[in-house]
């Protein structure tokens, strides 16, 4: 049976996640053991704040690991945040502490607007918040 890696949903409805996660699909490598122990997996998703792994169901994890994504040579410390069979959702420890407080959207910003069943929906392209942007590894600037 396959399962999909659903968002986390608050008892409202609404998502836990603190940053907007990017879908890619990297090869990745959680570091253990005074990186002496190796386990590949591969990135599903990542953020600012952390990401979502696949990685063989018969692997054990411990709570704090070290990540290496691609072939990038930046490792970054994680804690195992839940583990459900092949996923795994990390969360990067060397955030700022008040880095989910800047990528957090204030209730009162978001306008909600009724749609008319006539009007096409729009996607409407925005810039990422630079608190996001500066702590993506792939991005220099």
Not at 4 to 23: I, N
Request: aromatic share 4%; charged share 25%.
């Amino acid at each position: 049976m396959v399962t999909m890696a659903l968002p986390q949903l608050d008892t409202d409805g609404s998502e836990r996640r603190v940053a907007p996660r990017s879908r890619i699909f990297k090869r990745a490598q959680i570091l253990t053991n005074n990186r002496f122990s190796t386990v590949d997996c591969i990135v599903r998703n990542i953020s600012a704040t952390g990401a979502l792994l696949t990685i063989d169901p018969a692997v054990p994890l411990p709570k704090e690991f070290e990540v290496r994504i691609g072939e990038d040579a930046s490792i970054r410390p994680a804690k195992l945040v839940y583990r459900r069979e092949m996923f795994a959702g990390i969360h990067f420890l060397d955030v700022a502490p008040n880095a989910e407080d800047e990528v957090r959207v204030a209730p009162a910003l978001v306008a909600v607007t009724p749609v008319q069943a006539s009007e096409p929906l729009r996607i409407q392209a925005r810039a990422l918040p630079h608190g996001i942007v500066s702590r993506l590894p792939w991005v220099r600037g």
